[in-house]
């Protein structure tokens, strides 16, 4: 097992990188995926090489910690979450203008809880009463496990330089 170069340094000047696992045993692809079997799958060494999507630090005693993930998919309970499935069902809400899912880490670095950064629609107030109409929404179209368990209201969300909204910002804001 590898970290995959560009590698970032922490605090504690460890290098946090992707794992990718190296080996004879490694799969061939994704079974008539083509586009998806050459952004994971790569020929290292003459061995056939797969980029997790995980984050880790290989310690000097090779023990391998977990630090999350590359993309925004996310495990709560037991189950695996695309945070942007979750964003497309809460954007879908009548009551919320704009909205995107965060997840909230606790000490060892795991998915403690799932929020949401919520813009409601105008004339919609923040609190409780919203909170209840979007959690009745969400019961009706998504399962239970992808339900935000908190709700944030923002009279608006950050935005990146490219007008997207600061997902990363918001994620650091949560895990401060």
Same mark, same amino acid.
């Given at each position: 097992?590898?970290?995959?170069?560009?590698?970032?340094?922490?605090?504690?000047?460890?290098?946090?990188?992707?794992?990718?696992?190296?080996?004879?045993?490694?799969?061939?692809?994704?079974?008539?995926?083509?586009?998806?079997?050459? @952004?994971?799958?790569?020929? !290292?060494? %003459?061995?056939? /090489?797969?980029?997790?999507?995980?984050?880790? &630090?290989? =310690?000097?005693?090779?023990?391998?910690?977990?630090?999350?993930?590359?993309?925004?998919?996310?495990?709560?309970?037991?189950?695996?979450?695309?945070?942007?499935?979750?964003?497309?069902?809460?954007?879908?809400?009548?009551?919320?203008?704009?909205?995107?899912?965060?997840?909230?880490?606790?000490?060892?670095?795991?998915?403690?809880?799932?929020? @949401?950064?919520?813009?409601? !629609?105008? %004339?919609?107030? /923040?609190?409780?009463?919203?909170?209840?109409? &979007?959690? =009745?929404?969400?019961?009706?179209?998504?399962?239970?496990?992808?339900?935000?368990?908190?709700?944030?209201?923002?009279?608006?969300?950050?935005?990146?330089?490219?007008?997207?909204?600061?997902?990363?910002?918001?994620?650091?804001?949560?895990?401060?």
């Amino acid at each position: 097992m590898t970290l995959v170069p560009g590698t970032v340094r922490t605090e504690d000047d460890q290098q946090v990188g992707e794992l990718e696992i190296i080996g004879l045993s490694v799969s061939k692809g994704y079974l008539n995926r083509p586009e998806k079997t050459a @952004a994971a799958f790569t020929e !290292e060494h %003459g061995m056939r /090489g797969y980029r997790t999507g995980d984050l880790g &630090i290989i =310690a000097e005693d090779g023990l391998i910690f977990y630090r999350g993930r590359t993309d925004f998919q996310i495990k709560l309970n037991g189950y695996r979450i695309e945070l942007e499935e979750v964003d497309h069902y809460l954007n879908q809400a009548p009551m919320i203008h704009q909205a995107v899912a965060v997840p909230k880490y606790n000490a060892e670095h795991k998915v403690q809880q799932m929020l @949401a950064y919520v813009v409601p !629609e105008q %004339g919609e107030e /923040g609190g409780l009463a919203l909170t209840k109409k &979007i959690r =009745a929404h969400l019961q009706q179209v998504m399962m239970p496990y992808m339900i935000p368990q908190r709700f944030i209201y923002k009279a608006a969300l950050p935005l990146t330089p490219n007008g997207k909204v600061a997902v990363k910002a918001l994620i650091s804001e949560v895990n401060a």
